[in-house]
Nanobody, 120 residues
């Protein structure tokens, strides 16, 4: 299984970006999908999650500005980021909690990370 993240880049404060992350390979089902981020010198933190049924969770720091969504048919998770500020600068990682075969265990898989830089 591979997770391929894309969409990062350099933007000005107040602008928007949309991240995408597609899971590929032998996948039976994906329960949770999520975005994490790691700023320079800081620990990785959870940004947002979405379940297979569409329930979402957001960290307080991004609530009201970021929107997580997923396309189950494409095994893809998105993160729409609006009103970006310098504190959002980080490497963003996607995560999928998935099952590779019916009745198998669920495991976490990670994307390679995509850099988001917000200049003020």
């Amino acid at each position: 299984v591979q997770l391929q993240a894309s969409g990062g880049g350099l933007v000005q404060a107040g602008e928007s970006l949309r991240l995408s992350c597609a899971a590929s390979g032998i996948i039976f089902s994906i329960s949770g999908m999520a975005w994490y981020r790691q700023a320079p010198g800081k620990q990785r933190e959870l940004v947002a999650t979405v379940t297979s049924g569409g329930s979402t969770y957001y960290a307080d720091s991004v609530k009201g500005r970021f929107t997580i969504s997923r396309d189950n048919a494409k095994n893809t998770v998105y993160l729409q980021m609006n009103s970006l500020n310098s504190e959002d600068t980080a490497v963003y990682y996607c995560n999928s909690h998935l099952q590779r075969m019916r009745g198998g265990f669920e495991y976490d898989y990670w994307g390679q990370g995509t850099l988001v830089t917000v200049s003020s």
